[in-house]
């Protein structure tokens, strides 16, 4: 069977002390993000929020299989005439894991380094597997969620405890 390629529903927020030459950025920063050659999207110009900027931008690309890293760049400019401020590497790892299912929201946080290497501010984005609706219907009624509980005593008293679960994602069996 072929490996799936998946579609990316990725929200660049914002960013966080952003400079240039050392210096806060005043104002116009855009955001993009690389999946490979082919496969690039920008969030829209922010134009008042200077060092932090807020985009909010909600894009979709294609996940090819054989992709192992997804690349986010922050620009200071306008689309025609920029300079990347921060640029970081997101392994897809990050997000796609066997541990949560495929549609959750991941809320992420990255460091930002500058063409010599030093840091230059944090981005921040959210990443969501999108699963088409034909395989989240049959996909949905066959996952059924464990929970591995533990009940632990604290200071002696019969009463009290605290529960610890820990979802396991299941094919179908409990």
Do not use: C
């Amino acid at each position: 069977m072929a490996p799936i390629a998946r579609t990316l529903e990725i929200t660049v927020i914002s960013a966080e002390d952003l400079r240039r030459h050392r210096k806060p950025i005043k104002k116009n920063s855009f955001a993009s993000v690389k999946i490979d050659s082919q496969n690039i999207a920008a969030t829209q110009i922010d134009d008042r929020g200077g060092s932090y900027p807020f985009w909010n931008d909600k894009m979709a690309l294609k996940l090819p299989s054989n992709v192992s890293f997804m690349t986010v760049d922050v620009h200071s400019g306008n689309f025609s005439r920029n300079k990347i401020v921060g640029t970081v590497n997101i392994p897809v790892s990050d997000f796609l894991s066997d541990f949560l299912p495929e549609s959750y929201l991941h809320f992420l946080s990255y460091r930002l380094r500058d063409d010599r290497g030093e840091r230059n501010g944090i981005v921040n984005i959210s990443v969501r597997v999108l699963v088409p609706d034909h395989v989240a219907a049959s996909t949905s009624q066959s996952q059924n969620v464990k929970v591995l509980a533990e009940k632990t005593n604290f200071g002696g008293s019969a009463g009290g405890g605290v529960a610890i679960g820990i979802p396991i994602w299941s094919g179908g069996r409990i």
